[in-house]
């Protein structure tokens, strides 16, 4: 089946129909979620939420195309755990870069990176590319949308492989989760009080912080918490699409003529 928003899926006669306003490119990780949600866990709900925003968006008029996701992610500190895949986060910017490139070769001048990985560190892209003439870049952390509904549904601290991401996956793959085998996602403190309470940042390597890679407990998840979860956050980013899709790209954009 043909889905006019969704790369993989057009011909070249449909793309010769078709005018496109924004792309939205994906990136996840290939790495353990514990012992009850899939290696590709941040690839596949990257994608699912948003293909599920493209799709509304466009039917509300949007002209939004999802590319296909980058699966790999920044994974240095998972290492120690079998077939965790490290890209380096330059790497992940050269190959935006290079996406964002043909994407303004092609005429489209708006790119939404889609992200689904904590490790995945855009912000410093943004800022790099800030003031090209021919692009508008920006970037979602799909599991910040409904931070408050979140704080609503989900009674357990989540960092990985907790309550909320197993919620999701409950509703949008539950096929691969296997909530019988979840522990109870409890971490180990560093010796130094500076670092627990934030004002010291370090990369925790995750096979000393945690037991099996998950932190936080996901055995209260449920598919219903998670499809209003999913439900909100897309419902807000396509609406965010929409508009995007919708707002002319000239020298003042993303902003008004207005001061507040």
């Given at each position: 089946?043909?889905y006019?928003?969704?790369?993989?899926?057009?011909?070249?006669?449909?793309?010769?129909?078709?005018?496109?306003?924004?792309?939205?490119?994906?990136?996840?990780?290939?790495?353990?979620?514990?012992?009850?949600?899939?290696?590709?866990?941040?690839?596949?709900?990257?994608?699912?939420?948003?293909?599920?925003?493209?799709?509304?968006?466009?039917?509300?008029?949007a002209?939004?195309?999802?590319?296909?996701?980058?699966?790999?992610?920044?994974?240095?500190?998972?290492?120690?755990?079998?077939?965790?895949?490290?890209?380096?986060?330059?790497?992940?910017?050269?190959?935006?870069?290079?996406?964002?490139?043909?994407?303004?070769?092609?005429?489209?001048?708006?790119l939404?990176?889609?992200?689904?990985?904590?490790?995945?560190?855009?912000?410093?892209?943004?800022?790099?590319?800030?003031?090209?003439?021919?692009?508008?870049?920006?970037?979602?952390?799909?599991?910040?949308?409904?931070?408050d509904?979140?704080?609503?549904?989900?009674?357990?601290?989540?960092?990985?492989?907790?309550?909320?991401?197993?919620?999701?996956?409950?509703?949008?793959?539950?096929?691969?989760?296997?909530?019988?085998r979840?522990?109870?996602?409890?971490?180990?403190?560093?010796?130094?009080?500076?670092?627990?309470?934030?004002?010291?940042?370090?990369?925790?390597?995750?096979?000393?912080f945690?037991?099996?890679s998950?932190a936080?407990?996901?055995?209260?998840?449920?598919?219903?918490?998670?499809?209003?979860?999913?439900?909100?956050?897309?419902?807000?980013?396509a609406?965010?699409?929409?508009?995007?899709?919708?707002?002319?790209?000239?020298?003042?954009?993303?902003?008004?003529?207005?001061?507040?």
């Amino acid at each position: 089946m043909i889905y006019p928003w969704n790369l993989e899926t057009v011909t070249y006669a449909d793309i010769e129909q078709l005018r496109y306003e924004v792309a939205v490119l994906p990136v996840g990780a290939i790495e353990p979620h514990g012992k009850h949600l899939p290696y590709g866990e941040d690839f596949f709900c990257a994608t699912a939420i948003a293909d599920r925003s493209c799709r509304s968006a466009n039917e509300q008029g949007a002209r939004t195309i999802r590319l296909p996701a980058i699966p790999y992610g920044v994974d240095s500190n998972l290492l120690a755990f079998p077939f965790a895949m490290n890209v380096r986060q330059s790497t992940l910017n050269r190959v935006a870069a290079d996406v964002m490139d043909s994407l303004v070769h092609h005429g489209v001048h708006k790119l939404v990176i889609f992200n689904g990985h904590g490790g995945n560190e855009f912000k410093s892209f943004l800022r790099e590319h800030y003031g090209r003439p021919d692009i508008f870049v920006c970037l979602i952390n799909w599991w910040t949308v409904g931070g408050d509904v979140g704080r609503e549904l989900f009674t357990h601290e989540d960092d990985h492989a907790g309550e909320m991401e197993a919620s999701v996956s409950l509703h949008l793959f539950p096929d691969l989760v296997h909530l019988e085998r979840a522990g109870d996602g409890s971490t180990r403190k560093t010796d130094f009080r500076a670092i627990n309470e934030g004002w010291v940042q370090i990369t925790r390597p995750w096979h000393l912080f945690t037991k099996d890679s998950n932190a936080g407990d996901a055995r209260l998840a449920t598919a219903e918490k998670g499809e209003r979860y999913v439900r909100v956050s897309v419902e807000r980013i396509a609406q965010f699409l929409v508009e995007l899709s919708a707002t002319p790209y000239d020298e003042r954009f993303p902003y008004g003529t207005q001061f507040a």
